[in-house]
């Protein structure tokens, strides 16, 4: 397979070729990229100098109101290609179906611990244009677009492995990431010799991963090998060579439940459930589905109540590693990470998703986050996106 190199800087990476010397913090692990700052263009150099944040605050606007995917079952992962206006998505595949290759009907059960992954191409307004089947990817949970003239290639897991998830299912995760072109109606094997897969951190499991489109970035995810969950930002071109020996940014993945007062008995432990990155700022997305429960103290609780729910966005500096603005002692939910009843109606509603969408390529530091939702009734799941526009500026 062909991996495209840009002669010249794209849009895709527009600021990313107009920073200063990258910041420097003890508490995390940070690289200058493999050029010095004085160098142009440099890679990288621009990841921890001010950038633009998401407001939490500002108003949720409703995007996508339940479109049907290629599957019915809940969406995992979704991500924007802003060059084309496209948005993918990824889901577990469906129980029931029968793809190439295969003897008969698969089971929504093997599926899920296999990591088969149905991928659907919509248009902005969740119009279905495409779809293609992964098998043995993994669960999905991310998704990483990078737009290559008028298609995409897509950043998964790949080589998944069988596991047990929080909720005790049997699942997939991978171990490995994999870029390779979104072609439609296609049926991709992980064991396909036209993919091209990395290992990014050497042992890792729970591989994922996104693209950052304004600073052109690839952000991981990753379980290393002493059980902590982190997560690394590379420059994109050098990512797509296979160069990770120099992360812009390295910081162990923060805990909501660890901020003092967490209300525990109200919200529980909240899935992540999608993450985004621009610049120097990690967004995160948790939550579960309506009525879920979790045992606390001994005794079942909800932590999802009906037109509430338990779902945060939340927004993390990459130079700290914590939570940027710091939330206050005791925990306060309308700050950050930030309580948010977006998408409050739907029936069902599981946040699922989170993505950068760009409106306008000449203008590629004004960009919004678009959050996921999941809706309605097994066997006839919708996906909704709901989204933030307002950014506040780094003096």
Sequence with gaps: MTNETPSRPSRRSLLAWTGTTALTAATVSL????????????????LLVPSAR??????????????????????????????????YLAQVTQGGLQLAGESGPVSSADRNRRGD?????????????????????????????????????????????????????LSSRGTRLARFPFANGQVLDTTSPT?????????????????????????????????????????????RLGVWSQPLATISQPSLTALPGWPLTTYGSPYLQGY????????????????SKQTIDGQEVVISEPGVGNTFLSAVNLATGAFDPAPPAPFDKDVNPL??????????????????????????????????FASDDAGKRKASIYGKTGLIRSA
């Design 195 to 239: 993919l091209a897969k990395y290992t990014p951190v050497a042992g890792s499991t729970h591989n994922s991963a996104t693209v950052d489109p304004v600073y052109g970035r690839l952000a991981i995810r990753y379980l290393d090998t002493d059980k902590v969950f982190k997560f690394q930002v590379h420059d994109l071109d050098l990512a």
């Design 276 to 291: 985004a990155v621009v610049g120097r700022y990690l967004y995160m997305l948790h939550g579960n589905s309506y009525g």
């Design 31 to 46: 690289g200058a990229g493999p050029a010095s700052a004085a160098t142009f263009p440099a890679p990288g150099s621009a």
């Design 339 to 372: 309580h948010t009843t977006a998408a409050y109606s739907l029936i069902f509603r599981e946040p699922e998703g989170l993505g950068v969408r760009v409106p306008d390529l000449a203008r590629p530091d004004v960009f919004g986050l678009g959050m996921g």
């Design 117 to 169: 992954l149905t991928i659907t191409k919509w248009d902005m307004e969740g119009n279905t244009l495409g779809y293609m089947y992964l098998r043995g990817f993994g669960h999905g949970g991310n998704i990483g677009v990078e737009p290559v003239g008028s298609g995409a290639y897509l950043w998964m897991e790949a080589d998944g492995v069988e596991v047990t998830d929080v909720a005790g299912n």
């Design 54 to 87: 998401i407001d939490l605050n500002s108003p949720s606007e409703r995007w996508i109101r339940e479109k049907t995917t290629r599957d019915v079952t809940i969406i995992q992962a979704l991500g924007y290609d802003n060059a084309n206006g496209h948005i």
